[in-house]
């Protein structure tokens, strides 16, 4: 079967690669006013470290599997669910632990401290509300994911569209 890759897939494909990229070296590789490695090790225990890592690797690494399984083709019922629902349930994972204590207050209180400690030498363009402050890296990261929660949905409601215009067409 040919693969007809569309331009939506490839921006999939390249937002999942900056997220994998982002799980792999954001507690581990210093990247400036971006992260402080430092004060997450005074925060984290590198057995904690390690495992949130391997968690968040291997389910970006799952989706880019899966969409490198089946770009350019029909995706099945199931893996159009897993692609939209996973990173859905990740962003909710992102919303309560960033945005509805950002704005709202709510958890905020729990979250100061550690915030504070390993984020806050950290650049960010943001005012402080409630006692944090998401930090510019995290902001790309949760900003990436959202849109490739958009495209993926974007993809697989205008799939039909695409391969019944493709069906029509007669080769002779």
């Excluded at 291997?58 to 490198?68: C, E, T, Y």
């Amino acid at each position: 079967m040919v693969r007809n890759i569309r331009f939506s897939e490839k921006v999939l494909i390249l937002g999942y690669c900056f997220i994998l990229l982002f799980m792999i070296v954001q507690d581990w590789v210093p990247l400036g006013s971006l992260n402080d490695i430092h004060a997450i090790k005074q925060e984290k225990t590198t057995n904690e470290l390690i495992i949130v890592t391997l968690v968040g690797v291997l389910q970006v690494a799952f989706l880019i599997f899966l969409m490198l399984l089946f770009i350019g083709k029909r995706y099945p019922l199931f893996v159009k669910l897993w692609l939209v629902i996973h990173p859905s349930c990740i962003f909710a994972g992102v919303l309560m632990s960033w945005w509805i204590p950002y704005f709202t207050g709510i958890g905020a209180t729990e979250r100061i401290a550690s915030y504070t400690a390993m984020f806050g030498n950290t650049h960010t363009f943001l005012p402080v509300m409630n006692g944090i402050v998401p930090n510019t890296f995290h902001i790309l990261f949760h900003v990436t994911l959202f849109v490739c929660i958009l495209v993926s949905v974007y993809i697989f409601v205008t799939e039909s569209k695409r391969t019944s215009q493709h069906s029509n067409v007669k080769v002779r």
